[in-house]
């Protein structure tokens, strides 16, 4: 019988330990051959998720670590766990020159670079591409961009998320509840989201709605500003999430069923259910967008005229120590609501001639290989297509001409043509700054070693 589970620590490559990867399960067997599921994460009272390094001793004194591959290079954009103070959110681990997984910060491993002035905002530390902003004058809600309605705005009366004075005040008027608004035009069967910033101030409710003849009449979602939480969701979909000193990132996803003008509106109330304000209190408001796709992207501001801008481009241009030059696997959780080719993560050499990499389109998954300037694609079909607006998993393992990819658990497909190339770089959400994700990046990982085709279904389920 299985008698335990041991907390360790090991060296990875002169002990054979390995250090697990936050919220996969794996199986080992005892003496007998009974199969147990373990999963690698505790929990502490506050309910704060902890990702140990774990060995399953049996009755027979065998000691069995897990999990069953082992990452040189572990990205978790999404993680708080064991975070670095004042650095971006996420869990970032690499080898280093004696085969230690070694935490480091987001800036010190990847460079990241954009061609315009948007910021790059994730308070969950996810690596973003967002493609526009709809709205006019998106913080400045002051601006006779905005209609207000039974509602007045008073302008940078607080420090915005990004550090400013920019942050307004919105008080609805004594006689109704009050918003602003702006009026646009949008297209049938398209899934639009709305956010906004907002934090209490002697409110603690904003509400989002949309109006108009391309939705039904009531589509709104209220948002609890003092706990985080999201209440009478109608007709849409909602997301709250933190972003620092008590702002919150407020959403909603809704599909038009016709093309007319849609009104998005933003108000600031004392609770959800539409009670009429005194006439003083009220909420601040910072960086509304509006875009097309399933879920809100990076904040870009805008003035007098919507703004699309260059993709982030973001890549590790140090592969040594933790790159292995004749095998791996490269593994990746996405979101994308892209249904053209989109690329997770490239390994090349600064051209598409030497290059191994994966990516997706609206039916399969994709892996890309290239030596020598000869190259092909290959894919699982389309039983397990990626889903457009739910997060996906991918790995693609290689070595001299033995390459498998497998997504979502599905259909694991193998070639064995090509050599492994020689490349130089890693380049994250993007091929040569072409073939982007135009979504979310939450997890990549690394592993120095080709897994075998179970552990590719085991990895991606």
């Not at 002697?202 to 500003?225: D, H, K, M």
């Not at 699982?380 to 997504?407: E, H, I, Q």
Request: aromatic letters at 10%; hydrophobic letters at 35%.
């Amino acid at each position: 019988m299985l008698l335990g589970l041991n907390i360790k620590l090991p060296n990875r490559r002169s002990s054979g330990g390995y250090v697990p990867v936050p919220g996969n399960m794996f199986i080992v067997k005892d003496s007998a051959a009974t199969e147990y599921i373990v999963r690698l994460a505790v929990r502490d009272g506050s309910g704060v998720d902890y990702t140990v390094p774990v060995s399953a001793k049996t009755s027979d004194g065998t000691e069995y670590y897990v999990p069953a591959y082992d990452p040189s290079l572990y990205l978790d954009y999404t993680s708080t766990f064991e975070s670095v103070p004042g650095k971006q959110p996420g869990y970032y681990l690499v080898d280093d020159v004696s085969g230690n997984l070694t935490q480091t910060t987001f800036s010190s491993l990847i460079t990241f670079s954009r061609s315009s002035n948007a910021t790059r905002y994730s308070p969950t530390g996810q690596l973003e591409y967002a493609p526009h902003n709809l709205l006019l004058q998106s913080q400045t809600f002051d601006n006779a961009s905005w209609t207000k309605t039974a509602s007045s705005i008073t302008a940078n009366t607080i420090v915005a998320p990004d550090g400013t004075l920019t942050g307004d005040k919105i008080t609805s008027n004594i006689s109704q509840l009050g918003f602003v608004v702006q009026s646009l035009s949008q297209t049938t069967g398209t899934a639009y989201t709305v956010s906004v910033y907002a934090k209490a101030g002697e409110y603690n409710f904003c509400q989002l709605r949309i109006t108009g003849t391309v939705v039904p009449s009531i589509t709104r979602a209220y948002f609890n500003l003092a706990n985080g939480t999201t209440t009478g969701v109608a007709n849409c979909t909602a997301s709250i999430t933190p972003v620092g000193n008590g702002w919150y990132r407020c959403s909603i996803t809704y599909t038009t069923t016709s093309t007319a003008t849609a009104s998005p509106r933003i108000y600031g109330q004392v609770d959800a259910s539409d009670t009429i304000s005194d006439g003083t209190s009220g909420i601040y408001i910072w960086g509304a967008q509006l875009e097309t796709g399933a879920f809100a992207t990076s904040y870009i501001p805008t003035t007098t005229a919507a703004t699309t801008r260059s993709a982030d481009i973001a890549s590790i241009g140090t592969l040594s120590p933790w790159y292995n030059a004749s095998a791996g696997t490269i593994y990746a959780e996405f979101q994308t609501p892209i249904t053209g080719n989109a690329f997770q993560a490239s390994f090349n050499d600064a051209t598409a001639n030497n290059r191994v990499g994966i990516l997706s389109s609206s039916s399969q998954f994709v892996a890309a290989r290239n030596t020598g300037g000869a190259g092909v694609l290959f894919t699982p079909g389309t039983a397990n297509a990626p889903s457009l607006v739910n997060v996906n998993k991918s790995a693609l393992a290689f070595a001299n001409t033995d390459y498998a990819l497998c997504g979502n658990g599905g259909t694991v497909a193998t070639a064995s043509t090509y050599n492994v190339p020689t490349v130089t770089k890693l380049e994250l959400g993007q091929q040569l700054t072409a073939t982007l994700l135009n979504g979310y990046l939450r997890r990549i990982t690394y592993t120095p070693r080709r897994l075998t085709n179970a552990e590719l279904q085991s990895l991606t389920s």
